[in-house]
Every structure is written in C-alpha cells, then in structure tokens.
C-alpha cells in the first residue's frame, strides 16, 4: 500500500508543521527564560528594548509624511520661483545679445571698434 502524498514516514504535513511550530516555541521560551535569569541575577542592566506599537509608529510614519509632503511644497514653490526668475534672465541675455549684434553691425559698428581700439593705446 501507498503512503497517500502528504504522508511521510507515517506523519503527515499538518502534524510536522506542529512540530516544527512546537520546537520554535520551546526554543523562543529557552530564550526569555534566560534574559529573565541574567535579569533576575543583574547580569543585564535593562530589558531589551521592545518594537513600536502599530498605531504609535502609524501616528510617526503619519507625521513624517505630513512633514515631507510640507517641504516638498516649500521646494516645489521655491523652484518655481526659480525658473520664473531663469526665464526673465534668458529674455534679458536675448535682448542683449541683439543690442551687442546692432552696435557691432554695419559701418557704425566698424567706427565704434576702431575707435575703442585707439582709445586704448
């Protein structure tokens, strides 16, 4: 006769998977018996820190995005800003840039440097 598929060595899944769960929970409880021994004996000076509760770390997760969501604002504001002011300097450089092509342009351009060039002998 056949051993059905999750029967192994005459035990099935259900039970090797208590036992398992068992010797985990027998070597966990081995664990905190002996923190609460070198604790009863002061060997260990405090308790070892415990995790944040759901809620508690919810609340700062909660608060840390709140915050972030602000300062992510704030440089959103600030860049936009920022590139307003780029524009404005780009169209200034522009203007510019046509003003120096006239004064250097054309017979009067030609005077004006040569002029300059005597003028800084």
């Known amino acids: 006769m056949d051993n059905p598929p999750q029967m192994r ?3 099935d899944q259900a039970e090797r998977d208590e036992r398992r769960r068992v010797e985990e ?7 905190l018996a002996a923190e609460v021994r070198s604790l ?13 509760t759901a809620p508690r770390k919810l609340g700062s997760l909660t608060e840390e995005r709140d915050r972030l969501r602000e300062e992510l ?15 404005a300097l780009e ?8 003003e120096v092509r006239r004064l250097r342009g054309g017979w009067q351009g030609i005077a004006r440097r040569a002029r300059a060039r005597l003028l800084n002998r």
């Open 40 to 52: 009863a004996l002061g060997r260990t000076e405090s308790p070892r820190p415990g995790g944040m």
């Open 25 to 31: 929970l027998l070597r966990v409880n081995a664990r």
């Open 91 to 98: 169209r200034d450089r522009d203007a510019l840039a046509t």
């Open 9 to 11: 060595d005459g035990v």
């Open 73 to 87: 604002e704030s440089v959103n504001r600030d860049l936009t800003s920022l590139h307003e002011q780029n524009l």
